[in-house]
């Protein structure tokens, strides 16, 4: 699985403002929303849901939030910087500022998991989010991501 199977242009977003955990969560939810078809509301539940089994804050300003739902036939992903980082009950008691959000048909356990993987590998590398974090501009974080993972394939 590929991160462009994951993630399309219009499912990157630059410069998100917020200023609390909660407040990035429903900012995820309605942008993840628009691109699912799903009630921004049910997103963010099943987020806010799943942070209270323990944070997915996994340390180094990074947050990998997920969620399984009946409603969707594959997986989604969302990527948002956000413009100032916020306190998310990380591992390390890190601010996040890099938010990969994936959402996942309830039945896709394996293709979750890789998923999750593939997210997870990609976003350990310091010098991708390094590149990440040096760009406002959706196009350009898009083809950040794209590139470090097909170059982390070869």
């Known amino acids: 699985m590929d991160l462009s199977d ?3 242009p219009s499912a ?23 691109l699912t078809g799903l009630d921004s509301r049910v997103i963010f539940e099943k987020l806010i849901e799943r942070e209270r089994l323990g944070t997915t804050g996994v340390g180094l300003g990074i947050a990998i ?7 969707l036939d594959r997986v989604y992903g969302l990527f948002t910087r956000l413009e100032t ?8 008691d890190q601010p996040v500022d890099l938010i990969f959000t994936l959402l996942a048909p309830e039945e896709a356990g394996a ?3 890789k998923a ?3 997210v997870s590998r990609l976003m ?8 990440l974090r040096g760009t406002d501009d959706a196009e350009a974080l898009y083809a950040l991501l ?4 097909t170059q982390h394939a070869a």
């Open 65 to 71: 939030p997920h969620g399984k739902f009946a409603e």
């Open 111 to 113: 293709e979750h998991l």
């Open 124 to 131: 350990r590398n310091s010098d991708v989010c390094d590149k």
């Open 146 to 149: 794209i590139e470090a993972q």
């Open 6 to 8: 994951l993630v399309n």
């Open 85 to 92: 980082p916020v306190d998310f009950d990380s591992l390390d």
């Open 116 to 118: 999750l993987a593939r």
């Open 12 to 34: 990157v977003v630059a410069a998100l403002k917020a200023t609390s955990k909660k407040q990035a969560l429903q900012e995820v939810a309605a942008r993840a929303s628009a």
